[in-house]
């Protein structure tokens, strides 16, 4: 095959996001070779895009495939995390030549990234393991793009990386949007950054999905006061966060509920969120994020809490069942609406900061874990379009980053020290109406304990250490002793003098 004739990357696996990508890398001038283990599907698909300006080349073979790349050789793969990632990768590598690249687009553990990269490394080959989120539409018409790996290869793939990825406005960090589908947007800044090394990009992209998890579960929170307390319509809370969506709370997922809350049900007519089964699933980056908080002693309750609340929600006969046998308080609304609406608003925003405030903590113990250096404005920066948890809300962490680099939480920034101080009291006085009305609200719950517990200078822990060096001597520290000092008392027995109350 002629020079010329070669394909600037490769992609493997054509489902609906391998085609999408592989879509948006064409529209954009490169040459793409794309394979699949079922040959007909590659078939249909080529046939079905014959003028992309890039230009789709199908394979039928894995040998051809890899030949119809220039050197070195680019490949992303899109298939099933875990096993069929790795039969992938074990099925290429007798294939390839020194300096070669992998890259793996699914949405791989961080921890199976790491391995990987180490033992292509071994083998002359480079890998990179890149998150890539937006979905199915942000993979055609621009995601957002986090790769990790060594910095050396991510030269070569940076190209096809900037150009595809999603672009922000430089002066709002709004979205930009191209002329009509399938048309490139001109001008912006890529949604895409080089995150660090081995397994850095797609452990940020596991933290993005947590914090798209509290997200959605805090939407969820919002309805579900708004039709129990309030007992308005789909229709009516359809118009309350279109109102949002022009506010401080501007984002994809805000936008997204509008439309759904003002969706009618194609074949009964009622509102469409009636209609829907009120069971989730999950795909288990969510629970990662969570097990890894635990892991490494990061306090990230409100992630964790929205993954149990997909748990719980997926036990719905039992639920069905202690509905009939369990019973909550007696409860009258008596309230303005209007300004019980404005709380619920204020209660999603101060609950939002506290959850990102707890993504970016993780994010900060990890590179001290896995030896990375991170950018958190930039991750901030590249959040802002593309992805499921786009929004205005993020341009104002890049910039709190901007102001230091070195910030500990996002709520010591001045900018949302100030939005919670304006609006901590309707945040309140919507977790004390839930919880006597008792609607369940764990995200809004447990972000405000979070807030609560960061800012108190002496918990009751104390207690706890005391319990624990009385029954396995674990000893304890003293206040007025230097931290790390460690001491053990000889607990009294029953038999001995204790102090009277």
Not at 110 to 136: A, M, N, P, Y
């Amino acid at each position: 095959m002629a020079a010329n004739d070669l394909s600037d990357i490769g992609l493997i696996g054509l489902a609906v996001m391998g085609q999408n990508l592989a879509l948006n890398i064409a529209d954009h001038g490169f040459r793409i070779s794309v394979y699949n283990r079922t040959t007909s599907k590659m078939e249909d698909f080529v046939r079905a895009h014959p003028d992309t300006p890039g230009g789709l080349q199908g394979e039928t073979s894995l040998e051809g495939f890899v030949k119809s790349l220039k050197r070195p050789r680019k490949i992303i793969i899109l298939v099933q995390a875990g096993r069929g990632t790795d039969a992938v990768i074990d099925s290429l590598v007798p294939l390839l030549e020194e300096g070669d690249i992998i890259i793996d687009g699914g949405n791989a553990k961080w921890t199976d990234t790491i391995r990987r990269e180490k033992e292509l490394t071994e083998k002359g080959l480079r890998f990179i393991g890149s998150g890539v989120s937006g979905g199915e539409e942000g993979a055609r018409f621009g995601p957002s793009l986090m790769p990790g790996g060594t910095a050396e290869a991510w030269e070569f793939l940076k190209p096809v990386w900037d150009a595809i990825a999603a672009k922000v406005d430089p002066g709002n960090g709004k979205p930009l949007l191209g002329a009509e589908p399938g048309k490139p947007v001109e001008g912006g800044v890529p949604c895409s950054a080089y995150i660090g090394p081995d397994g850095a990009g797609h452990y940020v992209k596991m933290v993005h999905n947590g914090i798209e998890y509290g997200d959605m579960q805090m939407i969820c929170e919002a309805y579900d006061l708004m039709q129990r307390v309030l007992g308005m319509t789909p229709p009516e809370m359809g118009k309350v966060f279109e109102e949002w969506n022009g506010g401080l709370l501007d984002s994809f997922l805000i936008e997204i509920t509008a439309d759904i809350l003002q969706q009618a049900d194609p074949e009964t007519g009622k509102p469409f969120v009636d209609i829907v089964l009120d069971t989730a699933g999950q795909k288990g980056t969510g629970k990662w994020t969570s097990v890894n908080a635990l892991d490494m002693g990061v306090p990230a309750p409100t992630v964790a809490e929205a993954v149990f609340a997909r748990c719980l929600s997926a036990v719905k006969e039992e639920r069905v069942a202690a509905s009939s046998l369990l019973k909550g308080p007696a409860y009258n609304f008596d309230g303005d609406k209007s300004e019980f609406v404005d709380a619920i608003r204020d209660a999603l925003y101060c609950s939002k900061i506290c959850s990102y405030a707890q993504g970016f903590q993780l994010m900060r113990e990890a590179q001290k874990e896995y030896g990375w250096t991170l950018n958190f404005g930039e991750i901030a920066q590249i959040w802002r379009g593309g992805c499921i948890i786009r929004a205005a809300f993020l341009q104002k962490i890049t910039e709190a980053y901007g102001r230091d680099p070195d910030l500990a939480n996002l709520l010591l920034d001045p900018f949302f020290n100030e939005q919670i101080q304006k609006a901590q009291a309707n945040w309140r006085k919507v977790v004390a109406v839930a919880a006597g009305a008792g609607i369940s609200i764990p995200t809004f719950a447990s972000a405000l304990s979070y807030y609560d517990g960061y800012r108190t200078e002496r918990l009751p822990q104390n207690l706890l250490q005391a319990q624990r060096d009385f029954f396995g001597a674990h000893t304890y520290e003293r206040v007025d002793r230097p931290r790390g000092e460690f001491f053990h008392i000889d607990w009294p027995k029953p038999d001995r003098p204790q102090l009277k109350a």
